[in-house]
């Protein structure tokens, strides 16, 4: 199939800056790898979006919030020092370095993608859409944090419900670090189920996303956390689509599927401790594929975390190509035991039957 890429070069500007984890070189490094692997126009479409404006903003952020971050980030760029209450809207590790890119800018654009995403994938007119730079999933509406600023996931989800008028919308993070901002989105709200596959808590940021956190009041058992264990690999993956993930959606039956996370759950990752290989981000990928078969194969893509460059393009790759069904050479580009991936600290049947535990009373399939 040919899948929608929405892509363009302006995303280089979010970038915080020499020596920060966070640099925009990453939406230089996978485009030019793409060209090299896949063809245009018969694998894949690139398309461009606009940059959301305020109004669109305005669905998932407070007013204040935009202000300071556009006047702050838009002062950083040039070199200068803006007086605002920085601590009250941003967390340290949003800090840039140095001369950062136009990060405020570079944000909208994110959040616009999503919107172009979600529009083709409502009309029909694509039933997968990849959009590059996604998953900004640590981000509230009036706090940034862990090198997020708009939270395009959650405009997604929040889109589709008001804007296309969706009634159910099921969000699938598998970024190593648990998508704490989109789970304060959607904590009390039943229309969006949102289910998260990260790293152990207790040993990576934001230090959320335990088993015994499935939302509140109405929203009750529609957040499901699943903490993988320090160095899991592809089995235990499977084993949490086999057993959580696919038979909640086969329950759920949601519309569309949004799926967020790039490559930090690789075991070369620079700031994670997960064990996943290239391989396994296109079994990812085709998990993904074959969940959408519920939902008539609506699936929006939102790829954008990584900080291994050598390894980034290559598990980017990979998801796409386990979405799509594309055939392509999938190298690893550095050297892996395979005994990591498999190895932890806890049993992983262990995480699946706390989490089925605090799940039971709201889903007939993990009874």
């Not at 996604?134 to 939270?151: D, I």
């Not at 596959?197 to 957040?223: C, K, V």
């Amino acid at each position: 199939m040919v899948i929608p890429i929405i892509y363009r070069e302006e995303l280089r500007e979010y970038d915080y800056g020499l020596g920060h984890p966070f640099r925009g070189d990453r939406y230089d490094i996978f485009p030019q790898f793409l060209k090299k692997k896949l063809v245009e126009g018969q694998d894949y479409q690139m398309i461009i979006a606009e940059p959301a404006g305020d109004d669109e903003l305005h669905l998932i952020c407070q007013h204040d919030y935009i202000d300071f971050c556009q006047r702050y980030y838009r002062a950083a760029n040039l070199g200068l020092d803006y007086p605002g209450d920085f601590n009250r809207f941003l967390s340290r590790d949003n800090i840039p370095r140095g001369r950062p890119g136009k990060v405020e800018e570079a944000a909208r654009l994110i959040v616009g993608q999503a919107k172009v995403a979600a529009d083709l994938v409502a009309t029909d007119e694509s039933s997968k859409v990849v959009a590059l730079g996604g998953g900004m999933h640590h981000a509230k509406g009036n706090y940034g944090e862990g090198f997020c600023l708009y939270n395009d996931v959650a405009f997604c989800a929040r889109y589709l419900r008001q804007v296309h008028g969706l009634d159910r919308v099921l969000v699938l993070d598998t970024d190593a670090h648990a998508g704490n901002g989109t789970a304060e989105y959607f904590y009390e709200d039943p229309s969006v189920l949102l289910i998260d596959l990260h790293q152990d808590p207790r040993t990576l940021y934001p230090g959320t996303g335990f088993a015994h956190q499935i939302g509140s009041e109405d929203g009750r058992g529609f957040t499901i956390n699943v903490p993988m264990p320090l160095f899991s690999g592809e089995d235990a993956y499977q084993q949490v689509f086999e057993e959580i993930v696919r038979p909640v959606a086969e329950e759920f039956r949601p519309q569309v599927i949004i799926r967020n996370g790039g490559s930090d759950p690789h075991t070369a990752d620079e700031l994670t401790n997960l064990g996943l290989q290239v391989k396994s981000f296109r079994m990812l990928g085709e998990q993904v594929r074959e969940m959408a078969e519920v939902c008539e194969g609506k699936e929006i893509d939102l790829i954008g975390s990584g900080y291994n460059r050598q390894v980034l393009p290559h598990a980017w790759l990979a998801l796409i190509c386990g979405l799509t069904g594309t055939d392509a050479e999938l190298e690893e580009p550095e050297p892996t035991a395979e005994w990591q991936g498999e190895r932890s600290f806890s049993d992983i049947n262990a995480i699946i039957r706390i989490a089925k535990d605090h799940l039971k009373e709201y889903w007939e399939c993990l009874r």
